[in-house]
């Protein structure tokens, strides 16, 4: 099962979140939402608010970061 498959399994709304290269916005954003993104060779997962990406955790696998990602959207 992909993430996005199990995040519409527990109910979440899709324009709560973004994931680069899966599930993106297009050229209109929300006015906030969370994400999961690479930069740097790095997993980030964070929140868009204001017109700014705040990334608040990073790592080194897509695998910790898909998880801590899952968390943080089963949280809200």
């Known amino acids: 099962m992909t993430l996005v498959e199990a995040l519409d399994r527990a109910g979440v709304p899709r324009a709560?979140?973004?994931i680069e290269g899966v599930r993106e916005f297009g050229a209109v954003?929300?006015?906030d939402f969370y994400?999961?993104?690479?930069?740097?060779?790095?997993?980030?997962?964070?929140v868009y608010e204001r017109g700014e990406?705040?990334?608040v955790e990073e790592y080194d696998t897509e695998g910790e970061a898909t998880a801590a990602f899952h968390r943080r959207l089963m949280a809200t």
């Open 29 to 31: 954003l929300p006015t």
């Open 35 to 46: 994400f999961l993104r690479v930069r740097g060779g790095r997993w980030q997962v964070g």
């Open 16 to 18: 709560m979140y973004e």
């Open 53 to 55: 990406y705040d990334p």
